[in-house]
Every structure is written in structure tokens, then in C-alpha cells.
């Protein structure tokens, strides 16, 4: 009887389901997004080790820092760069504004990993960090005055960034300070 009482009182606290507009069915009584899908369990630590190894085993472009904090800065002066090509695009298509979007994105998270850790930088890093910030800058620069096939034929060969970047940005947020795994650390060589 205790049981069948608790039961109908878990069912008269509920919230019925009722249609969002132009959208899934959400609870009255919703405030935030609805799993819809099994949680997420999330890279393993043995993966994320991997995939560092990998990206700090493989060798940076001509001009790239090697140290974290201005491979950042280095890393979010290219995407802005390319963001702010793009954006001078007057034909831009949907994937353009989609690669632009991302980008913003992207900076953005290396934003926040420099402005993280920089408290934590010697004077000599955060000066590094503004010349690397500035030599990348410089690489898009020249473009400002190009006609806007060739704006837009520079933002479409854009092959991205060295996959160090992201994980020197996650290092510099969460102030780790131990040297990445090596390739034979995590059994590639």
C-alpha cells in the first residue's frame, strides 16, 4: 500500500509533456536542455594521452612557437585571421558562415586558455606570445588589399591548425605542467 501511495505521488509531481513550438516535446516545467540520447562516458585518459602524443611528436609549421602559451596566442591569431578574412567575403555561402561561426568558436576557446593561464606566464613568454600573436596576424594581413577572389580562394585553402593547438590550449587552462606523453610512452614506437 506504502509503495502504491509513493508511486502515485512520484506520478502527480510529474509534468506532462507538451509541445514546444516548432520543436520536441518538452516538460512544463522544463529549464534547461533534455538528455535525449545515453550519457556521454567522454574521452578516456588512455585516448587523450594518445592523441597529445601524437600531435606534440609531430613537427610544428615554419614559424610556429614551440612553447605552449604562445603556440596559443599563435594558434588564436590564425583562426581570427581567417575568421576576419572571411568575413570580408561579400559571396560568402552557408559553409563559409558555418567555417566562420566555428572559427569564432575555436578562438574563443584559445582566448580562454591564454587569458587562464597568463597570471601563471614570465614576462618573457607573454612577450613571446604577443610576437607569434602578431607574425600570424601578419600572414593574413597581406591579403586585406586583394581582390575578393583571391580573399576568397585564400580563405577556402586554409588547412587549419597543427592539432597541438587544442591541446596546448587544454594544458594552459588547466595548468598542467608535466611534460606530454611521448609516442613510446603510450606504445608507438
Known amino acids: 500500500m ?5 508511486f502515485a505521488a512520484a506520478l502527480m509531481t510529474q509534468t506532462a509533456p507538451v509541445p514546444a513550438q516548432d520543436g520536441p516535446m518538452v516538460t512544463a516545467a522544463q529549464d534547461g536542455p533534455v ?12 585516448a587523450l594521452r594518445f592523441r597529445e ?4 611528436a609531430n613537427p610544428l609549421p615554419r614559424g610556429a612557437p614551440e612553447q605552449d602559451y604562445p603556440l596559443v596566442a599563435w594558434c588564436e591569431a590564425l583562426v581570427n585571421g581567417h575568421v576576419a578574412l572571411g568575413e570580408t567575403l561579400t559571396d560568402a555561402d552557408p559553409l563559409d558562415q ?14 580562454s586558455a ?14 613571446a606570445a604577443q610576437a607569434a600573436a602578431a607574425e600570424a596576424t601578419g600572414k593574413w594581413a597581406s591579403l586585406a588589399g586583394q581582390d575578393e577572389a583571391v580573399r576568397s580562394q585564400a580563405f577556402g585553402l586554409f588547412f ?29 614506437e
Open 114 to 127: 591564454l587569458d587562464a593561464a597568463a597570471p601563471r606566464q614570465s614576462a618573457a613568454s607573454r612577450t
Open 53 to 56: 602524443a601524437v600531435a606534440y
Open 35 to 46: 538528455a535525449t540520447a545515453a550519457p556521454a562516458t567522454g574521452e578516456t585518459v588512455e
Open 2 to 6: 506504502i509503495a502504491s501511495l509513493a
Open 98 to 111: 558555418d567555417i566562420i561561426r566555428l572559427g569564432k568558436l575555436e578562438a574563443a576557446d584559445f582566448r
Open 160 to 188: 587549419g591548425l597543427p592539432g597541438r593547438c587544442e591541446h596546448a590550449a587544454r594544458r594552459l587552462r588547466g595548468n598542467i605542467t608535466t611534460p606530454p606523453a611521448t609516442p613510446q610512452e603510450v606504445g608507438l
